[in-house]
């Protein structure tokens, strides 16, 4: 039987995606960093590319080719998710937070397995659900209670998501899928405070923290850093040195785990700055010898390697 070829066109023609071959090519800003969200996969994987097409928006899509195919790893029609934000010089260990490792389309129409075909795209679209489409974003605020609500896409109708009360304690962590828009409004006056769309991993401050003021004089707070500085300096000296082989060698660090920190600093180094809640009247020790922001805000997943933001943040000065 013939088949028509305007429907033969139609069933292996794929959607006209921007192709780059060098990290060079990746759209980045003034800072060398990824300036959008990529779902990347590669040259001649047109099944792919279909089903993609079905999945990605908001996120944008490329054709990755020559040395960039190869250094991400999608030559055999791999997909793999870039992250806006991301160090063009990481994009490589980007790639490794969010890769489908899982049999592809365009393999199993190959061989001809329909069943294989079907199994090969629902799996495909679980993974690019769990690790593409969401993002978890955070809020916090100072000021006075407030309610977060998610705002339906058409309708433009609010649905309530969470209760936001003052402090670190009440920061509220939502999962969202990438350009979802949430508004923030004052429980009390129902003023808005802030309208934000999910395009990243983000801690949004709705109400900074005031700076604490102290109403001590500054012989005061010499007299309380002194007495601090010995009380500390001498508990040093009576720690007892019980740690392991490794101790405090030096270690490196995986490639990936750094470029993730280093993508969520920088995303939200600009918007969230969240003091510690120490007080205006007390004084504390802090053994840093460089000068770092501090965001401990970071997403519950990412909980377990937030220190390595400082790091981070030492590095990019």
């Not at 009380?231 to 030096?250: H, L, M, P, S």
């Amino acid at each position: 039987m013939r088949i028509p070829v305007l429907l033969l066109c139609i069933s292996i023609t794929a959607a006209d995606w921007p192709r780059y071959d060098t990290t060079a090519q990746l759209p980045k800003d003034a800072r060398a960093r990824l300036d959008r969200n990529l779902v990347v996969t590669g040259a001649g994987c047109e099944r792919t590319q279909l089903r993609l097409d079905q999945l990605r928006e908001p996120r944008e899509a490329a054709v990755a080719g020559g040395e960039l195919a190869r250094l991400l790893k999608v030559e055999d029609c791999g997909v793999v998710c870039l992250l806006r934000g991301a160090p063009i010089a990481l994009v490589v260990a980007t790639a490794d937070l969010r890769r489908y490792d899982g049999d592809t389309i365009d393999a199993a129409l190959e061989a001809g397995d329909h069943s294989r075909v079907h199994a090969a795209e629902e799996t495909l679209d679980a993974w690019y659900g769990r690790d593409c489409s969401a993002v978890e974003l955070g809020f916090i605020t100072y000021g006075n209670a407030a309610n977060v609500y998610w705002v339906h896409p058409r309708s433009g109708e609010r649905h309530m998501q969470r209760r936001l009360i003052p402090g670190d304690e009440g920061t509220v962590w939502l999962t969202a899928g990438l350009g979802h828009r949430f508004v923030v409004v004052e429980e009390a006056s129902g003023e808005t405070l802030g309208e934000y769309e999910a395009t990243h991993d983000a801690i949004h401050s709705i109400v900074a923290a005031p700076r604490p003021i102290s109403k001590r004089s500054a012989e005061q707070w010499k007299r309380t850093e002194d007495d601090l500085r010995k009380f500390e300096q001498n508990r040093a000296n009576r720690v007892r040195r019980t740690w392991t082989k490794r101790g405090y060698d030096r270690a490196p660090l995986p490639p990936a785990l750094f470029a993730d920190v280093a993508t969520y600093w920088y995303n939200n180094a600009a918007t969230c700055l969240v003091y510690e809640e120490w007080g205006s009247d007390s004084a504390h020790v802090n053994w840093w010898q460089a000068v770092w922001k501090s965001n401990f805000s970071a997403p519950r997943h990412r909980r377990d390697v937030v220190p390595v933001a400082a790091f981070a943040r030492w590095r990019e000065g």
